[in-house]
């Protein structure tokens, strides 16, 4: 992290270049906060984001004042209070010294040991001191936030690529998959440490080789690293390694044949017999090693079977469970004697149903028989006594003023119906008989009260 800041970054906030504002905050903090917390607030303010960036920039979550120091040297000087606001991000929880972050270890971190280098030596020397701050130069402090980020990458990393499958995972083949996320063995040891809190990863030592488990999709903590996992391991190396030889006997058994070819061209036969038989033998070997290898992974899909199996029968034993509490005081004649209250029930309600539907009117008649009734009425031949005298078409002219019925007043009267009304022709002259022109008038309803003639109907 030896970047000179007296070259023009990116990385800087706008403040850097402003001499004035820069030499307050490259000035040594006061004595204590109480003197005056403002200028030492703002001091904190400034540089603990900037720390934190400048570690993510270059993409490590550990970081020691030296190189604090050499970052943020500005015009030949170098800030005077970084040391506290070290101080200040440690009581805040944000930065851990690395040999306490490491301290509380499992038994399989400290078989790795030697590789780690996480608790470094420390040299407490006169020199490794600055100013009344007692953090050393070459102590280094990881950064909470930015290794939990690491922590969470590199487990999605792995459980997307192909050593998902995998219940152990070598160190080597972890640092190739993490390369883009861990720069250096360091990050990725704590971010190892930081999944081994959260239980998502287990590490331990097998015949000198580092093993890391994982903890799989669904699983809240990593179960340890059993005999099986030891076995299917070595299973799944064995596998590979025999996929590389079985691969390189094929090219060199193909290489064999083109050698003598190439031989056969040039007249040489009796050579290109004997690289032809190199290459049989090259083959028989290959074809040798190819059944051990279909061998192995055959055991490797029993192994996955078994497991599958496994995990049907906890499903089935779950299952057993889950119906023995759920049918617990459930019997055969309880069942019984609910299928028929069941049936009981149906019955009645099937029995209601047909009661309201006997008094309502039966809305489903076919209507082709309705309408034929209807049409049958309507064409259903009138009586003759039924018909009805054709309306008078002729207007009848206002009475007399004089109230006197003359002859010109009887003839405007309509002609009476021939049809029969049921009055006999004796009746009629009788009722003519009395309208008889007199000399006075006509009082309204002198016609005989005997009999009215009735209105047509």
Known sequence: MSVSVEKSDAGFPPDWEDDERMAFLFSAFKENRDVDCTDWDGKIDFWSPLIMDQCRRRGSVCVNLQELNESFRRKGSVPLGLSTVLQSMIRSGKMQKESDFAANVDSGWLSWGVGLLLVRPLKWTLSALLGSGRVPLEESFVVIDLVKEKAVALLAAYRASPLATHSLVSFQELRALSSHICPDESSLCLALLQLQREKHVTVSLHEGEKLVKFSQAGQSRVPPVSEVDLGIYQLQRSEKLLEERVETLGQEAEKCKQQAKSLLKEGKKSQALRCLRGSKRVEKKADRLF??????????DRIANSQTDRLVMQAYQAGVAALRISLKGVTVERAENLVDQIQELCDTQDEVNQTLASGVLDSGEDSEELEEELKSLLEKTIPDNDVLPAVPTNPISPPR?????????????????????????????????????SDTAVPRGSISAHRKLEPAQ
């Open 291 to 300: 059944a051990q290898l279909e061998t192995v992974k055959g055991i490797l």
């Open 401 to 437: 003023k004089t109230g006197i019925l003359d002859a010109d007043f009887v003839q405007s009267l309509p002609s009476v119906p021939d049809s029969s009304l049921g009055i006999t022709d004796e009746e009629l002259d009788r009722e003519l008989s009395r309208l008889t022109v």
